[in-house]
């Protein structure tokens, strides 16, 4: 064994007895060398030997890291859903999560927003303020129906990470993404019809059926591979289904990725039963390692797959800028794009486009994946240490929610109501499906920065259901 | 005969034989002395007497101007629409119409926007820019879904202009008037009922009808007093109505604001027969003299009107935004907002709270009211002196909006067709019906500064229109 191997050797054991833990710094070259007393050349070729073993990684300016060793032990389950389809319920919940106010003092530990507090969107910022003092702009006429040209270019180009190739004019520029889901499912039924979901599935799509008056026929779906093709398939024999709703990348809330062939799998089914697919993208730019996966879409050959994203998860969602890739359905996607909102506000889109042109999006999404791979790990730890065992946890390659699937004896609708007395609120499972399922699961968003006080607020939640499991473990009075 | 009074006189005849027409400016009280051989005292008693006369007008800082002296000669007619329930048609015509761009070279005579350029509106950009710098409002964040509560108390205080009494929690901020106006209908109604309409009406209320899959029953409305309650009586009578849409005030594109009493009573038309009121209220603010008419809103007393209004016309339509007075629909509505495009956009509503607080609001509909007043007889006198003979013209108190409506053998779609070839569009009159009527009316926006290039166009398209009256007068080979 050389010097190198016997350094190497001597790291490796700490961090495999968990000295040093996933997301962990480890200590820099100069230290290492100061301890074993060994030189730098030593040193680096010891790193060198982790890093190939994909035990450590190396982040640009920061240091070593300890890598996720591989997905946590305990996984969420597959889901089990009714095999019919039903009516979606549930909006008094889902009202409770979005229906809070900036002066709403709870912490929101289950909402979908991404940490805003990063140097890095500064540029958006001072973009915005400058249009707003080029008045020559015209900022506040309509843009065109279909969405500013150079955003719409702009979002062509991204899209090509995903190995899609689009023509701007392919792409509609929406309110936000959900706007975009509400014209794809608008654009593709009628009320009464049916829609097959992943299940959990993503509450707003999930209101977006209800409203219509849709039905959603869930179907089980598995937290490494997503949709199950094989249940899907026998749905789409049995039931008149008009369109397939997924979240293939970075699913939420259930974290996986399918993979990427059982993507060219779905578009393939979906050919033989000639039923249209709506992707939902929205997280699949915030992939933790390049380049990111490949969209349903871009296996997409005839036109049927509905693309739906934004950049709500990648810069905020109060810009309210989204798009739509409709397909073959653009004609009557424009028409409800038209009927619902109008053009999409003019300067919103112009100051995006400019910061994705200008590579500060780029600059952005790396910074954020980093900061958001670090913090799931760290989420992940907490989640172990704090909640009852047995807890299943999801182990997400990118975004930045997991899904956390707890004792059956804890109800996390029961759980946020305890929650309230210390003012801290998560997203119960239960609004993830048409009936109400998953309650013994909740969301949890890794965005925040993740301080002290979340690291109690995770502790607060775990202790509670908890108790509530002890509790059922009581025998009745 | 007073000296005075003798001074008077001449100035009456010199307006009464046309020499100064309505809108045109009258010679300064310095002018009037000298030509007339009086003193300054002399000369403002004569022009406070035609004042009392309601003859003239003063206009602060600008001097004396001949005021209107009632409508036209020739108003438009009285609608006589199909009494029966239609499907509605006409999308291709309202795309040409609405999805032109930026770079769209053609003069666009008949589009709703209003003047973009005046300066008093640099302060909206001015906050806009500096709520960009002031990044711990934390402005890409979602707002509170049903809208900023600075901005719904700033609606508030506005709407009392208009006798309505609304808290700020029964206003829901929208992604601009349509999406409010597409909520209503959606909150209200199913596929295939059936909504009362004024007619002519606006094409993107009836675009939504077509794309909820709803019929047009449009109802014959005088260009004076409104929609006929007598006829809207008869269809409540025979047809299951769902919900009345109207547009009572600077009515688009027909100009007329229902008289007090008829809004009144056609409230109380609608509690008899249980129907719901959606109230399109857009143009209301723009009123040429104080106070503002009432809204059918202001009469409501059981919650059956849902008010829909917005800044488009006011400040700038690619601001997006927009409300809704739900009244007694308030739960359904947010549900609808919420799955439509989920909260607004946060700035531009903290940016247009701002604005309306700081009075800088209020400042700018004085001056663009005063505008448009001017513009609107000054278009009208370009209609007059261009267009065929007997063409009829509204008269609205109110917006920038004029109806024309000429000989029966001008076929406005048509005549957009050759108006093409001088890089001109008017709005045809049948993209404001259901079935395609009123080709042979056109809608005009007089919010343009009237340079002379735009009475150029004016006289261009009553020549062309001319043209085709002529063209129709010659016998078949």
Redesign the interface.
């Known amino acids: 064994m050389t010097r190198y191997e016997r350094v190497a050797a001597v790291l490796r054991e700490r961090i495999e007895h968990g000295l040093y833990r996933p997301g962990d710094r480890l200590p820099s070259i100069r230290a290492v060398c100061q301890e074993m007393s060994v030189g730098i050349s030593t040193a680096q070729a010891a790193y060198r030997q982790l890093m190939d073993a994909a035990l450590i990684e190396s982040r640009p300016k920061s240091g070593y890291f300890v890598l996720s060793g591989g997905a946590p032990s305990v996984l969420p389950s597959v889901s089990r859903p009714a095999q019919r389809p039903l009516d979606v319920s549930q ?1 008094d919940q ?2 409770e999560l ?5 002066d709403d003092h709870r912490l929101l530990l289950g909402r979908g ?1 991404p940490n ?1 507090e990063y140097a890095t ?2 540029p ?3 973009i ?3 249009l ?2 080029r ?1 020559e702009l ?9 969405g500013s ?1 150079e955003l719409r270019q702009q979002v062509a180009k991204l899209v090509v990470a995903s190995n899609c190739l689009l023509h701007p004019d392919d792409i509609l520029i929406t ?2 993404c ?2 975009a889901l ?1 014209i794809a499912l ?1 654009t593709l039924t ?2 009464g019809d049916v829609v097959a979901v992943d299940s959990p599935s993503f509450y ?1 799509t999930m ?2 059926l ?4 849709l039905k959603a026929l869930e179907i089980p779906t598995d937290p490494q591979t997503g949709i199950s093709l094989e249940a899907l398939e026998l749905a789409l024999e049995q039931w008149p289904i008009r369109a397939i709703q997924i979240t293939p990348t970075f699913n939420n809330p259930l974290g996986y990725t399918m993979p990427t062939a059982r993507k060219r799998a779905l578009v393939q089914l979906a050919q033989r039963f000639d039923v249209a697919i709506i992707e939902d993208d929205i997280y699949g730019d915030l992939a933790f390692s390049a380049p990111r996966p490949p969209t349903v879409k871009s296996f997409d050959d005839d036109g049927r797959v509905l693309m739906c994203s934004g950049f709500s998860k990648t ?6 800028v989204g798009w739509l890739a409709p397909g073959r359905y653009r004609d009557q996607a ?3 794009k ?11 889109q112009l100051a995006v486009a400019e910061f994705v042109a200008k590579g500060y999006f780029d600059r952005h999404l790396r910074f954020v994946t980093r900061q958001y791979q670090r913090q799931r790990d760290v989420m992940i730890q907490w989640v172990q240490r704090y909640f009852p065992q047995s807890t299943g946890i999801s182990y997400p390659q990118g975004g930045f929610l997991l899904w956390v699937e707890l004792p059956a004896a804890v109800d996390c609708v029961r759980l946020n109501e305890r929650l309230a007395a210390h003012r801290i609120h998560v997203a119960p499972g239960s609004l993830f499906s048409a009936s109400g399922k998953f309650r013994q699961c909740l969301r949890l968003n890794y965005a925040f920065t993740l301080t002290p006080a979340i690291e109690e607020a995770v502790r607060c939640v775990g202790s509670l259901a908890g108790t509530m499991v002890e509790e059922a473990l009581q025998p009745l009075e």
């Not at 810069?315 to 309210?320: E, H, S, T, V, Y």
């Open positions: 909006w889902v009202l979005v229906a809070t106010q900036r927003i805003l969107l500064n958006l910022s001072k915005l303020a400058g707003h003092r008045t015209n900022g506040f006429n309509y843009d065109k129906l279909s040209p309110t936000g959900q706007e509400a608008r009628q009320p707003g209101q977006i209800k409203a219509n008056g810069l905020g969602p109060g810009l309210r424009l028409h409800m038209y009927v619902s909102t109008g053009a999409s506000a003019t300067l919103p």
